[in-house]
T-cell receptor, first 113, second 113 residues
């Protein structure tokens, strides 16, 4: 039990649609990051938020965007969905990004048809 | 940029036998190193991490790993596996002054009775 919960657990969208994925972190975890895990691959860093501001981004286009809220929840938004966006999206939070220990949620599995 | 190579995509092993999962990384700067485990339909759980100090790191569930700077490796070992160790294992690195984890492609461990 990591104290990080994600919703929805599964969802299906069609190409061109938009999706919002949600994450609720433990109280005090002021840093949240999102990862995309395609089938059979390791997770890839999308971006990180610290105190409600983005402070790091991986190699993902601007149609991937996020928000972090004061109540330790966050969102990942993806616009203009493409078939290759089908993946498991993992949220991870921490209270001390210096030590690098992240607490992962169980993920939201997105299928784009 | 950092990169991580997990040399074995799958490792079948009999119950109570030892197992070693190999991980090599490349980076031009100091890094922190991690091993995560992912059970089916779950998120990632931290097994162990190397930040500094002793190169032999002990983690949860009887796992240990050894950091070898000259060989840029961080291999994971367990002297005697259980059926419950069947899972996917990911090696990851992070710059000491950075905010993203770079994961390897994963090693699927299948423990057979």
């Amino acid at each position: 039990e990591t104290g990080v919960t994600q919703s929805p657990t599964h969802l299906i969208k069609t190409r061109g649609q938009q999706v919002t994925l949600r994450c609720s972190s433990q109280s005090g975890h002021n840093t949240v990051s999102w990862y995309q895990q395609a089938l059979g691959q390791g997770p890839q860093f999308i971006f990180q938020y610290y105190r409600e501001e983005e402070n790091g981004r991986g190699n993902f286009p601007p149609r991937f965007s996020g928000l972090q809220f004061p109540n330790y929840s966050s969102e990942l938004n993806v616009n203009a969905l493409e078939l290759d966006d089908s993946a498991l999206y993992l949220c991870a939070s921490t209270f001390n990004s210096d030590t690098g220990e992240l607490f992962f949620g169980e993920g939201s599995r997105l299928t784009v048809l | 940029a950092q990169s991580v190579t997990q040399l074995d995509s799958q490792v079948p092993v009999f119950e109570e036998a030892p197992v070693e999962l190999r991980c090599n990384y490349s980076s031009s700067v100091s890094v922190y190193l991690f091993w995560y485990v992912q059970y089916p339909n779950q998120g990632l759980q931290l097994l162990l991490k190397y930040l500094s100090g002793s190169t032999l790191v002990k983690g949860i569930n009887g796992f240990e790993a050894e950091f070898n700077k000259s060989q840029t490796s961080f291999h994971l070992r367990k002297p005697s596996v259980h059926i419950s160790d069947t899972a996917e294992y990911f090696c990851a690195v992070r710059r000491a002054a950075g905010n993203k984890l770079t994961f390897g492609g994963g090693t699927r461990v299948l423990v057979k009775p």
